[in-house]
C-alpha cells in the first residue's frame, strides 16, 4: 500500500518561511520522481517543485528561487523550504509520486499516480 504523508503546514507572515515535509512508504520511492503541488481556492491543482531519482529538481517559474526541494532516500522522504513567502502561495500543499519516471521529473500532475492528503499553508500580508 503506497502512503504518502505530509506535514508542516501552517500560517506564516509574508516574507517568511516554511517547511513542508513527506514520508513515503509502500514502493521504490529512490526511484520514482517526487513532487510538490498546490491546490489555491477555486484554482486548478499546479506544479510547485519535483525532484527526481539523482535529486535533480526542477521548479515552477513563480517559485523559483524561494523554495528548494530535497530528498532523502535513506529516510524516504521529501521537503519542501518555502522562504519569501507571498500570500498568492495560500495553498492546500500536496505531495505525489510518480513511480514510472527515474529522470527528468515533470511538473505536470497527471504524470503523478500517487498523492497525498495535503496540507494547508496560509500566508497573510
Known amino acids: 500500500l503506497v502512503e504518502l504523508v505530509e506535514s508542516g503546514g501552517g500560517s506564516a507572515q509574508a516574507g517568511g518561511s516554511l517547511r513542508l515535509s513527506c514520508v513515503a512508504s509502500?514502493?521504490?520511492?529512490?526511484?520514482?520522481?517526487m513532487g510538490w503541488f498546490r491546490q489555491a481556492p477555486g484554482k486548478e491543482r499546479e506544479g510547485v517543485a519535483v525532484?527526481?531519482?539523482?535529486?535533480?529538481?526542477n521548479y515552477a517559474d513563480s517559485v523559483k528561487g524561494r523554495f528548494a526541494i530535497s530528498r532523502d532516500n535513506a529516510k524516504n522522504t521529501v521537503d519542501l523550504q518555502m522562504n519569501s513567502l507571498k500570500p498568492e502561495d495560500t495553498a492546500m500543499y500536496y505531495c505525489?509520486?510518480?513511480?514510472?519516471?527515474?529522470?527528468?521529473?515533470?511538473?505536470?500532475?497527471?504524470?503523478?499516480?500517487?498523492w497525498g492528503q495535503g496540507t494547508h499553508v496560509t500566508v497573510s500580508s
Open positions: 505525489a509520486a510518480d513511480t514510472s519516471t527515474l529522470w527528468w521529473c515533470h511538473l505536470a500532475t497527471g504524470n503523478y499516480g500517487y
Open positions: 525532484i527526481d531519482s539523482t535529486s535533480r529538481p
Open positions: 509502500g514502493y521504490a520511492f529512490s526511484s520514482s520522481c
